[in-house]
C-alpha cells in the first residue's frame, strides 16, 4: 500500500463563526467558508497548511435538521474548539482498512461524503467511517478523493504545520499501534488521549489541542 500522508486536522466547535473568529485571532489568518454536508447536520471553514493539508473547522450547521445519532468527529461531544481528529490520505482505503483490522485497529465500513464548494464545484470524497473514534482521535481516519481537487488548493495560506504529536497514557502502546498503519505520530506520556498541533503562523507559533 502507498503510505499514506497527512490530509487535514480536524478542529470541531460548537460554533462555526466564533471558532473561525477565534482562529484569527490567535493566528493571524481567517479561515474561509467550505460547504456544508448534506444529511450529516454540519458545515465546515478552512485553513491552508502547507501543501496538500488543511485545518477544517468542523460545527453544526443551523441551516440543517438535526441528524439521527451524533454529529461526525466530535462536534456534539465539545462545549468548546479542540482537536478532535485527524485525516490521512491513500489511494487504497481497502488496504487502509486491512491493515488496520490486522494491527487492531477496527476502523468500520467506508462510506461515501461530498459538498458543493462556494464556487460551486461538487467535492465527493471516500473514508473510512468518522462516526468510529479510536483512542480520541489519535488513530487517524483514512481518506480518498479520488478525482475530486484537493480543498487545500484553494484554502488560505500563511499558516504551516510545524509539529502534530500526541499523547496517551500508554504512549508505547499508542505508538506501535500507529506504527503499524505506517504512521509516525510522536506519543509522549499524558492523562489521557489527546491530539496536539503546532501551527507556524503570521504572529508566531500557536498550539491546538
Known sequence: ??????????????????????????????????????????????????????????APDPRQPRPDGARWLGVDATDGPRLTGWAVRTSDLDGAVRIASDAGARLGPLVAGSRRAPDGTLLSWRLTDPGIVLEDGLVPFFIDWGSSPHPAGTAPGGIVLAALRGEHPRPGDMATLLGNLGLELPVTKGPRAALIAVLQTPGGLVELK
Open 1 to 58: 500500500m502507498p503510505p499514506p500522508v497527512l490530509d487535514h486536522l480536524v478542529y470541531a466547535a460548537p460554533d462555526l463563526d466564533a471558532a473561525v473568529e477565534e482562529l484569527e485571532r490567535r493566528t493571524g489568518v481567517r479561515a474561509a467558508a467550505g460547504g456544508s454536508h448534506p444529511g450529516r447536520g454540519t458545515r465546515n471553514a478552512l485553513i491552508g497548511l502547507g501543501p496538500g493539508a488543511y485545518l477544517e473547522i468542523l
